[in-house]
Structures are given as structure tokens and as C-alpha cells.
């Protein structure tokens, strides 16, 4: 994605900036709409081949403006039909995107940062430390390379039915370039997903979830990890600068935004370290009577982790205990894990990394 050319990259522009872009070289707002049904419905990336505008607007275009895509440096097929690209970011840098097919849904799992700054404990991602954000072509960019890529539905339907920022990076702390690229997942004239459809997971950057809950509403997912601040200190170190309270606060706001909207609770089991009974109540105890639900997600190793998965048993009996005390709790499957696709095993490459070890300062610049 790194060509030198003064040339506008129109693949990450929503509605709004790519009307003004038409606006601005004198030419009626609605080619632009026309443009994103090309680009964004048709998988058509030449200015040429978009018949329905003038022969002279296409060679304006050519001459002004480009459709630009991450490159593609691998594609793997895991066992369980898992698919997982491998996408250059530019100076020998890649991220990764994958796609875990179901039989009533396609939900594709991008990425919003070449690392993360963030350095979960548990986390690959984190472990390689942060180079930069990536902007809103190359987190569309996933997107349109999947659904060229894979056969469509039986209806017809893109595969992609449902999309999950899961992938590298923490989305919250690329706010900028996350929300175009949100509102062309959500725009009629581009993928056209409900609200409903898109999830945003976040580690919590409490400023960034007022914001979304704002300006989009889409899912929220919360990576909480922990039921007390001592602990996720430990496993999650941004709740050190948003503890467990503040966070909560607002994850319920977020919620009454819109009506009957639950927010999911992810929490990753780690043997010995927040596996046990009691921290199921004290989970339990944080989210009673509020529009949460537990997603469960068995660790998955990477190398050099000190972590270990907790045993079958261990997750289903504080999952059985979460659903005692009234709690909608599920269990993550684990899903291309002989690919290294699993959640928090995503690690692309990653080099150049501006820091590695978290501090105070490092938290507050990855969220500004
Ligand atoms: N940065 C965001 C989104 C990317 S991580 C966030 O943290 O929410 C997506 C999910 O995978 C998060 O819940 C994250 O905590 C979890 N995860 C990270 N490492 C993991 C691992 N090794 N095993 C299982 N889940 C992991
Ligand atoms: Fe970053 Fe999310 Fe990994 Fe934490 S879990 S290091 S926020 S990608």
C-alpha cells in the first residue's frame, strides 16, 4: 500500500468524503455512489471497466484518483475450513485477517494495527509490540480481498456476512481510521451490514467506547479477562490508566444507547490464574442484572507464553456456574488452530516496533 503517487486511494472513503472528492473536481456527488457499488458490490478496482460513467469522468479518474489493495502474500485453508490471509503492510510488515465459515453466518476477523501497544500478557499480538495504525483502506481492503476471494452463499450473498475487529491490533486505538471504515461496512451503497453484524472488541479505552457509542453503535465486545482490578492489572495493563469500574460504567451507557443491546464480556481462560469458582462469582457478581453476556475463550498457546489452557472441565464448570447464577454464558471454540488462526495467535510480522514494554505515556498515545 505504500506506492508513491499523489494519486487518492478512494477504497477507504465512505459516502460522505468520496462525495466531497467528486464535489471538489466539479462533478455531481452521485458518481460517487456509482463508484462505490463498483468497487465495493462489483469487486471492479478499474476506473475503465465502470461503464455506467462517462468516458470522459473514467479517464479523469484514472488520471487523478487509484483503487489500491493490501497485497495478498499468503492464503491458508485450515482443516476445519478456516481461512487465513497474510497481507503486507508495507516495509516487510504483514497482518493478519481470518475468515471461520459456520453454517448460517461467514465472520471475518480483521485487523485495525500492524501489533498492538497494548501488551496483553496473553497475548501474540502484543507480544510483538507496535508498529503503526493501519488506515481505512487496508482494514476495508481485508474485507473486499475476502469476499473476492471466497465462493459467495447459496443465496448469492458476499461470504462475508459478519464482521469482528478480533484480529491485530486494538480498534480503539485507531479510532480515526476505524470509523470509515465502519460506515462502509454498514453503507447500503458498499457491504451494507446491520449494526448488529460488526463487532467492535476493545481491551478498554473508555474514552474511544463513549465516542463509538455515539457515532456508530455497532456490537461491542469487551476484553475484561479479569473480575478484579488486582488481577487484570496483571493480565490486561490499560486498566491500570481504565480500571474494572470506570470501564463497566461505560459498557452500561454504551448499552442504553440502544435498547435492549447486550454487551459481550470475553474472558480467556488461563490455567491457575482467573479460572477458579471464585472468580466466576466475582465475575458473576460484576455483571449481575446488566446486558452482558460471557463469551469463554480457551487460551491459545503461542511460543514463549508462560500461560497454559485451563482444562475442558475448569471451563465448563465456571461456565455452568456463570449460567447458575443467570448469566448467558458461551464457550469460544476453537476454531484454525493448526494454522496459528486462533484468537491471540496472530502475529504477521511485525518489526520496526516503537516500544515494547508498555508505560503510562505509551497507553495514553496508542488511545489518542
Ligand atoms: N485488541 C482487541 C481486539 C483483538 S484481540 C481486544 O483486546 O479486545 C481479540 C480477542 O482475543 C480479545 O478478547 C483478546 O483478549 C483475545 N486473545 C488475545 N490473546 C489470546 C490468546 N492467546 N488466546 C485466546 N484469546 C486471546
Ligand atoms: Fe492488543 Fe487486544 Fe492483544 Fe491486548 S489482547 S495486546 S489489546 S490485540
Same mark, same amino acid.
Not at 469522468?57 to 502474500?73: F, G, N, T
Not at 492464503?75 to 503492510?89: H, I, M, N, P, R
Not at 483502506?137 to 475487529?165: H, K, M, Y
Given at each position: 500500500?505504500?506506492?508513491?503517487?499523489?494519486?487518492?486511494?478512494?477504497?477507504?472513503?465512505?459516502?460522505?468524503?468520496?462525495?466531497?472528492?467528486?464535489?471538489?473536481?466539479?462533478?455531481?456527488?452521485?458518481?460517487?455512489?456509482?463508484?462505490?457499488r463498483?468497487?465495493?458490490?462489483? /469487486?471492479?478496482?478499474?476506473?475503465?471497466?465502470?461503464?455506467?460513467?462517462?468516458?470522459?469522468?473514467?479517464?479523469?479518474?484514472?488520471?487523478?484518483a487509484?483503487?489500491?489493495?493490501?497485497?495478498?502474500?499468503?492464503?491458508?485453508?485450515?482443516? =476445519?475450513?478456516?481461512?487465513?490471509?497474510?497481507?503486507?503492510?508495507?516495509?516487510?510488515? +504483514?497482518?493478519?485477517?481470518?475468515?471461520?465459515?459456520?453454517?448460517?453466518? $461467514?465472520t471475518?476477523?480483521?485487523?485495525?494495527?500492524?501489533?498492538?501497544?497494548?501488551?496483553?500478557?496473553?497475548?501474540?499480538? /502484543?507480544?510483538? $509490540?507496535?508498529?503503526?495504525?493501519?488506515?481505512?483502506?487496508?482494514?476495508?481492503?481485508?474485507?473486499?480481498?475476502?469476499?473476492?476471494?471466497?465462493?459467495?452463499?447459496?443465496?448469492?450473498?458476499?461470504?462475508?456476512?459478519?464482521?469482528?475487529?478480533? $484480529?491485530m491490533?486494538?480498534?480503539?486505538?485507531?479510532?480515526?481510521?476505524?470509523?470509515?471504515?465502519?460506515?462502509?461496512?454498514?453503507?447500503?451503497?458498499?457491504?451494507?451490514?446491520?449494526?448488529?453484524?460488526?463487532?467492535?472488541?476493545?481491551?478498554?479505552?473508555?474514552?474511544?467506547?463513549?465516542r463509538?457509542?455515539?457515532?456508530?453503535?455497532?456490537?461491542?465486545?469487551?476484553?475484561?479477562?479479569?473480575?478484579?482490578?488486582?488481577?487484570?492489572?496483571?493480565?490486561?495493563?490499560?486498566?491500570?490508566?481504565?480500571?474494572?469500574?470506570?470501564?463497566?460504567?461505560?459498557?452500561?451507557?454504551?448499552?442504553?444507547?440502544?435498547?435492549?443491546?447486550?454487551?459481550?464480556?470475553?474472558?480467556?481462560?488461563?490455567?491457575?490464574?482467573?479460572?477458579?469458582?471464585?472468580?466466576?462469582?466475582?465475575?458473576? =457478581?460484576? *455483571?449481575?442484572?446488566?446486558?452482558?453476556?460471557?463469551?469463554?475463550?480457551?487460551?491459545?498457546?503461542?511460543? $514463549?507464553?508462560?500461560?497454559?489452557?485451563? +482444562?475442558?472441565?475448569?471451563?465448563?464448570?465456571?461456565?455452568?456456574?456463570l449460567?447458575?447464577? /443467570? *448469566?448467558?454464558?458461551?464457550?469460544?471454540?476453537?476454531?484454525?488452530?493448526?494454522?496459528?488462526?486462533?484468537?491471540?495467535?496472530?502475529?504477521?510480522?511485525?518489526?520496526?516496533?516503537?516500544?515494547k514494554?508498555l508505560?503510562?505515556?505509551?497507553?495514553?498515545?496508542?488511545?489518542?
Amino acid at each position: 500500500m505504500h506506492q508513491v503517487t499523489d494519486k487518492k486511494n478512494l477504497l477507504g472513503l465512505p459516502q460522505g468524503e468520496l462525495e466531497s472528492c467528486f464535489s471538489e473536481m466539479g462533478e455531481k456527488p452521485f458518481h460517487a455512489r456509482q463508484v462505490m457499488r463498483w468497487i465495493h458490490q462489483r /469487486g471492479i478496482t478499474d476506473f475503465e471497466a465502470m461503464t455506467d460513467l462517462s468516458k470522459s469522468l473514467r479517464q479523469r479518474l484514472i488520471e487523478s484518483a487509484r483503487i489500491e489493495l493490501p497485497q495478498v502474500l499468503s492464503q491458508q485453508e485450515s482443516a =476445519d475450513g478456516t481461512v487465513k490471509w497474510l497481507f503486507s503492510s508495507g516495509s516487510g510488515q +504483514a497482518i493478519e485477517t481470518v475468515f471461520i465459515p459456520e453454517p448460517d453466518r $461467514g465472520t471475518l476477523c480483521i485487523s485495525s494495527q500492524v501489533g498492538c501497544a497494548l501488551d496483553c500478557a496473553f497475548c501474540a499480538t /502484543g507480544a510483538q $509490540g507496535f508498529n503503526r495504525n493501519l488506515a481505512a483502506a487496508e482494514i476495508i481492503g481485508q474485507v473486499w480481498r475476502a469476499n473476492q476471494a471466497l465462493p459467495r452463499r447459496s443465496n448469492g450473498d458476499f461470504a462475508v456476512t459478519n464482521v469482528v475487529f478480533m $484480529g491485530m491490533g486494538e480498534p480503539l486505538a485507531n479510532y480515526r481510521h476505524i470509523l470509515p471504515a465502519i460506515d462502509l461496512l454498514l453503507s447500503d451503497l458498499a457491504y451494507g451490514l446491520s449494526r448488529r453484524r460488526v463487532t467492535v472488541s476493545t481491551s478498554g479505552i473508555v474514552p474511544h467506547i463513549d465516542r463509538l457509542g455515539d457515532e456508530c453503535n455497532v456490537s461491542l465486545a469487551v476484553s475484561l479477562h479479569a473480575p478484579n482490578d488486582a488481577l487484570r492489572d496483571r493480565l490486561v495493563p490499560i486498566n491500570k490508566l481504565h480500571p474494572i469500574a470506570s470501564l463497566l460504567e461505560a459498557c452500561w451507557l454504551y448499552a442504553s444507547k440502544r435498547a435492549n443491546r447486550f454487551i459481550t464480556f470475553e474472558y480467556v481462560m488461563l490455567r491457575d490464574v482467573n479460572d477458579s469458582l471464585q472468580h466466576a462469582d466475582e465475575l458473576a =457478581d460484576l *455483571l449481575d442484572g446488566k446486558p452482558a453476556k460471557v463469551n469463554l475463550i480457551p487460551f491459545n498457546p503461542f511460543s $514463549g507464553t508462560e500461560f497454559r489452557r485451563s +482444562a475442558a472441565d475448569t471451563i465448563r464448570h465456571f461456565q455452568a456456574r456463570l449460567r447458575q447464577r /443467570g *448469566l448467558v454464558a458461551t464457550t469460544r471454540r476453537t476454531r484454525g488452530d493448526d494454522i496459528d488462526a486462533a484468537c491471540g495467535q496472530l502475529a504477521g510480522k511485525v518489526s520496526d516496533r516503537v516500544r515494547k514494554r508498555l508505560s503510562e505515556k505509551t497507553i495514553r498515545m496508542a488511545s489518542a
